[in-house]
C-alpha cells in the first residue's frame, strides 16, 4: 500500500492564480481531511469529507474548495492563490468517520505565493 | 471558542522521562489525540484517550482528565531520534468529524 500520497511536493504560485492539490489514499477509508501548517504552529482543518459525495467545512475554509468524487481521491483547490496560503498542506485519511481514530498522513505540498 | 494550549518547548535528557502537558477548552469534546511530527516530516499517530486515566504504548503514555480539561503525554526512556514536536488535538467540537490542534511542543533531547 502506497498509503496516503500527496502531490506536488512542492509548489510557487503568483497572486492570483488557481490550483489544485492532489490527494490520494489506497487504504478504502471513509474519512479524509486537509490541514494547512503554519510555521511554529499546530494543523488547522480547512475541510473534510466522510465519504464520497459529502463533504464539510473545518476550521479555515475560505479561499478553498474541495470534492470527493470517489473514495480514494480528494483534492483541495485554491480559486484566487493569495500570500496569506503560503504554507505547508497536508492531507490526511482515516478508517472512521470519528477523526478520534488514528489519522494518516500524507507527506505534505509546499506551497510558496508570491 | 476552542483552544488547546501546550508549553512551546521542552528539553530533557537522553534515558530520562518527560511529561508534555495540554489543557484544552473545546465545546462538545470527544477525546485528546497526541501526535509526533519530526522536522520536515508529517505527523504521526501516538495515542488517542476518550476516557479518563491513563493509555499506555511500549514507552509512551497518555493521561486524560476530563473535569480538569487536562491532558499529557509521558515519553519514558528518551531516545534521541525522540527529538521531534508533539501536537495534542481535541475531537469532537461541533461533530465527531472535526478535530483541533494545539501549536506544538518541540520537545529537545540532549546526550
Known amino acids: 500500500n502506497a498509503g496516503v500520497t500527496q502531490t506536488p511536493k512542492f509548489q510557487v504560485l503568483k497572486t492570483g492564480q488557481s490550483m489544485t492539490l492532489q490527494c490520494a489514499q489506497d487504504?478504502?477509508?471513509?474519512?479524509m481531511s486537509w490541514y494547512r501548517q503554519d510555521p511554529g504552529m499546530g494543523l488547522r482543518l480547512i475541510h473534510y469529507?466522510?465519504?464520497?459525495?459529502?463533504?464539510d467545512q473545518g476550521e479555515v475554509p475560505n479561499g478553498y474548495n474541495v470534492s470527493r468524487s470517489t473514495t480514494e481521491d480528494f483534492p483541495l483547490r485554491l480559486l484566487s492563490a493569495a500570500p496569506s496560503q503560503t504554507s505547508v498542506y497536508f492531507c490526511?485519511?482515516?478508517?472512521?468517520?470519528?477523526?478520534?481514530?488514528?489519522?494518516?498522513f500524507g507527506p505534505g505540498t509546499r506551497l510558496t505565493v508570491t | 471558542g476552542q483552544s488547546l494550549e501546550q508549553p512551546s518547548e521542552v528539553t530533557a535528557v537522553e534515558g530520562a522521562i518527560v511529561q508534555i502537558n495540554c489543557t484544552y477548552q473545546?465545546?462538545?469534546?470527544?477525546?485528546l489525540s497526541w501526535y509526533q511530527q519530526h522536522d520536515g516530516g508529517a505527523p504521526t499517530f501516538l495515542s488517542y484517550?476518550?476516557?479518563?486515566g491513563l493509555e499506555e504504548t511500549g514507552r509512551f503514555s497518555s493521561f486524560l482528565s476530563r473535569s480538569d480539561s487536562y491532558g499529557y503525554l509521558l515519553l519514558q526512556e528518551l531516545q534521541m531520534k525522540d527529538s521531534a514536536s508533539y501536537f495534542c488535538?481535541?475531537?469532537?467540537?461541533?461533530?465527531?468529524?472535526?478535530?483541533?490542534f494545539g501549536s506544538g511542543t518541540r520537545l529537545s533531547i540532549r546526550p
Open positions: 490526511a485519511s482515516s478508517y472512521s468517520k470519528s477523526v478520534s481514530y488514528e489519522q494518516y
Open positions: 487504504m478504502n477509508h471513509e474519512y
Open positions: 469529507s466522510v465519504g464520497a459525495g459529502i463533504t
Open positions: 473545546t465545546s462538545g469534546f470527544y477525546g
Open positions: 484517550n476518550a476516557l479518563d
Open positions: 488535538a481535541a475531537t469532537g467540537y461541533s461533530s465527531a468529524s472535526k478535530i483541533i
